[in-house]
């Protein structure tokens, strides 16, 4: 598959980059239907830049410090665009983006959260799965929506979670977990297997 067949992606980060890499890994392969062409990070030193510009990607740092949520969805807007971005992977993204922002690229954002969803939406999922008694937790790739981590699921990988277990074992399976989910869901949303209709994930 050419550069030019490929899907451009926008990842933003603000930490360090552990999925971006996994997904930098996957786009470096001839057939994978995707390439990286710009990350965003609106933290000034978060890892994941260094891994972005080690891999050839350009990256952008643009600051959500002193500015309305609206105004940095903006400036992230016109970099996307510029960029040619036609799919938003959120890697680690500490910010909430705005019901405009997620409209305006309704169907073409996608992120990963640490718990099998719709279960344990939000933050402090390992500790809230431990302090539940789970037996099970996993990692989900979904489509994103205005509401937080409620978008319909592309993929999910199950972890079991085991009797020793502190929320830093626990993350760290279900991380493991993470970094071959997102490629393979991001492979079914490029081509095309796993479409946003009518509010649902819809496999073709």
Not at 168 to 192: D, H, I, K, N
């Amino acid at each position: 598959m050419t550069a030019a067949h490929k899907i451009p992606v926008g990842v933003l980060i603000s930490g360090l980059g552990n999925n971006l890499q996994a997904l930098l890994d996957a786009s470096s392969a001839e057939s994978f239907p995707a390439r990286i062409v710009l990350v965003i990070s609106n933290i000034e030193h978060a890892g994941g830049l260094a891994r972005a510009s080690a891999a050839g990607v350009p990256v952008q740092i643009i600051t959500h410090k002193g500015k309305t949520r609206e105004v940095f969805d903006a400036q992230v807007d016109a970099a996307l665009r510029d960029a040619g971005v036609e799919l938003v992977c959120l890697a680690g993204f500490m910010r909430i983006l705005s019901d405009g922002f997620v409209r305006a690229w309704e169907s073409k954002v996608i992120n990963i959260h640490p718990s099998l969803l719709p279960a344990y939406r939000g933050t402090r999922v390992h500790e809230r799965v431990l302090e539940a008694g789970e037996k099970q937790s996993g990692a989900s790739v979904h489509f994103v929506v205005p509401e937080l981590d409620a978008g319909p699921v592309i993929a999910q990988a199950p972890v079991p979670v085991l009797a020793t277990d502190t929320p830093e074992t626990l993350a760290a399976r279900v991380l493991e977990a993470e970094l071959r989910l997102y490629p393979t869901a991001l492979r079914l949303v490029c081509e095309g297997r796993v479409k946003l209709e009518n509010g649902a994930a819809v496999t073709t």
